[in-house]
């Protein structure tokens, strides 16, 4: 048998058509680190060397770099976009990596439904960017020495007007989190029904911390995404678990999760109360009228998301438990029905067994 051979520049059936929809799902780790290296090389050389750094490099110093002994501060600005356009893309393609080459494979081992597989990955490629979330607000926490014990002061310098780089840097890497997760859906071929509860998710995520960042409520807020991507961790592990079939595990997986949420919520609340009235002592002097109303904006967005989030838990944890009831009910019925059916299987062999007998018996006589 002659195999045929492909011809240079002929197209093998499997292969897509270059910058079509099925080639950037396939290439989008390769296509978006490629544009990565490309801003990255521009650091190199001289006459794009401030350009590339306007997206990699931390900008916005307010500070005399002269002076060594000055610690670098930072402030907010137009800059900003480019570094959180840059690291989105880097989260995509982290992202991208990850999936191809940890959760898809482990999906195909466990033989996943196409259903199950999308929400394996989902959930999955989402939980190391959480604990990546927790322990790097912990280590910029504990570099500011705000931990382990000395979080009241979080509160005394709050709201700041500049930063330092460890911590603008990462509040920068934190909102390009939560923007690399909108063309995220595109990657992962989200179903286009499934698209607007997303992006609403999504935007009431990005809005709080957005205005944490422009108000200067970083630090506070930086011990809320501890809380919250905490419980987050639970709540992706317990759907991983679910997804993969291991049913009894995730149903204690989501017990735990339960309750690191309300404990979440409820201290989010907490704190975002104890910031409000912080900020209100401040007004004779510390802070202008306008950014308190700015600051006040945006705790009261925040708390108001708790208070949604705590609506749609108590609903689904009540949805489980008529699903629970209208399980146990049908296993009951089903239950009851072998129970009748044996009970009617004995009744009948004990009716031939005497329909028997007595046949017996009238031949004897005869």
Not at 113 to 136: C, D, L, Y
Not at 214 to 235: D, M, N, Q, R, W
Request: with cysteine.
């Amino acid at each position: 048998m002659v195999k045929s051979v492909k011809k240079p520049g002929q197209k093998s059936e499997k292969d897509p058509p270059i910058f079509s929809h099925e080639y950037l799902l396939r290439n989008q780790a390769d296509l978006v680190s490629s544009a990565c290296l490309i801003i990255m090389s521009g650091l190199l050389f001289k006459n794009t060397r401030a350009l590339a750094s306007k997206f990699c490099v931390v900008q916005h110093n307010t500070t005399n770099i002269s002076d060594p002994d000055i610690k670098a501060m930072y402030a907010i600005g137009r800059a900003d976009i480019c570094m959180v356009l840059f690291y989105s893309l880097l989260c995509i393609a982290v992202h991208a990596v990850e999936n191809e080459y940890f959760w898809e494979k482990i999906g195909r081992r466990l033989h996943l439904s196409k259903t199950r597989m999308s929400e394996f990955m989902e959930q999955g490629s989402t939980m190391p960017f959480h604990i990546a979330i927790v322990a790097g607000a912990v280590y910029v926490l504990y570099r500011e020495k705000f931990l382990p014990f000395n979080l009241g002061e979080l509160w005394t310098l709050s709201p700041v007007t500049e930063m330092t780089m460890h911590l603008k840097f990462y509040w920068i890497i934190v909102i390009a989190f939560v923007v690399h997760q909108y063309p995220e859906m595109y990657f992962m071929r989200v179903k286009q029904e499934d698209m607007p509860n997303k992006i609403i998710g999504y935007t009431a995520y990005l809005i709080p911390i957005v205005g944490a960042y422009l108000t200067g409520l970083v630090y506070p807020a930086t011990l809320i995404l501890i809380i919250h991507c905490s419980a987050e961790v639970f709540k992706a592990l317990s759907d991983v678990v679910e997804s993969s079939g291991k049913t009894e595990i995730s149903q204690q997986l989501y017990k735990v999760w339960s309750v690191a949420f309300v404990i979440a919520r409820n201290s989010i609340a907490a704190i975002t109360t104890i910031t409000f009235f912080k900020l209100k002592s401040k007004l004779s002097g510390e802070i202008t009228p306008m950014r308190f109303l700015a600051c006040f904006a945006v705790l009261a967005i925040l708390l108001s998301l708790q208070v949604y989030l705590g609506f749609k838990f108590i609903q689904t944890i009540l949805s489980w438990r008529r699903q629970a009831k209208e399980v146990a009910l049908a296993q009951k019925k089903a239950e009851n029905f072998w129970q009748q059916r044996k009970e009617a299987n004995k009744e009948a062999k004990k009716l031939r067994a005497e329909k028997r007998a007595a046949k017996e018996a009238a031949l004897k006589e005869d």
